[in-house]
């Protein structure tokens, strides 16, 4: 079966512009994560989905910084006014169900802000 | 805070030489661990992982970890690295164990000569 899949896998934006990046996951898990992988860093966690809800948003570095999700489907993560620090590689995880502690990443969005 | 700590960022190695890379976590309770590997040009996919039972773990290609409660770490070995496991090594802490909190450490760049 297909994986998680994320579109684009480039992205280049000028400083200011908004960003949309989307995160197909493995049809049936319910459990959808969002990370952000700078240079040389580890992945940083933004957000995560159960189902349509989130219920932490804690990850999320700005207020410029949105994300939803329909029904146990799509996601998109939206990046409001890019700043060059929004560079980075954004990753989308999923995995069967809450408390199933094996996830599924998708390739990543490598966003390059000018 | 809790974290997770990789000392090697960059490792070079030669063909059948023993690989041993370090993970350190920070947190007091039950942890699931895991090792994630990205290959070149490819999305993070699961090595192996450490729910209970015993510490010592197998996963794929070859590679082990051990997980020593009393040090906190969960490091991954392997006793003779081939060309093909040139990637990028991460290790992931699930605290606590069973809910949709992960930590990634900042990771650990392979390169194995020919």
């Known amino acids: 079966g297909a994986g998680v899949s994320q579109s684009p896998s480039n992205k280049v934006t000028e400083k200011g512009k908004d960003v949309e990046l989307r995160c197909d996951p493995i049809s049936g898990h319910t459990a959808l994560y969002w990370y952000r992988q700078r240079l040389g860093q580890g992945l940083e966690f933004l957000i995560y989905?159960?189902?349509?809800?989130?219920?932490?948003k804690s990850g999320l570095p700005s207020d410029r910084f949105s994300a939803e999700r329909t029904g146990e489907s799509v996601s998109t993560l939206t990046i409001q006014r890019t700043q060059q620090e929004d560079s980075a590689v954004y990753l989308c995880?999923?995995?069967?169900?809450?408390?199933?502690?094996?996830?599924?990443f998708g390739p990543g969005t490598r966003l390059t802000v000018l | 805070a809790q974290s997770v700590s990789q000392h090697n960022h960059h490792v070079i190695l030669s063909e059948a030489a023993s690989l041993e890379l370090g993970c350190n976590y920070s947190?007091?309770?039950?942890?699931?661990l895991f090792w994630y590997v990205q290959y070149p040009g490819q999305h993070l996919q699961l090595l192996l992982k450490?729910?209970?039972?015993?510490?010592l773990v197998k996963g794929i290609k070859g590679f082990e970890a051990e997980f020593i409660k009393s040090k906190f770490s969960f490091n991954l070995r392997k006793p003779s690295v081939q060309w093909s496991d040139t990637a990028e090594y991460f290790c992931?802490?699930?605290?606590?164990?069973?809910?949709?909190?992960?930590?990634f450490g900042t990771g650990t760049r392979l390169k194995v000569l020919a």
């Open positions: 947190y007091g309770g039950t942890v699931n």
């Open positions: 992931a802490v699930n605290a606590p164990p069973g809910t949709y909190k992960y930590i």
């Open positions: 989905f159960q189902g349509n809800s989130a219920p932490d």
């Open positions: 450490y729910f209970s039972g015993d510490p």
């Open positions: 995880a999923s995995s069967p169900r809450e408390g199933h502690v094996t996830q599924y």
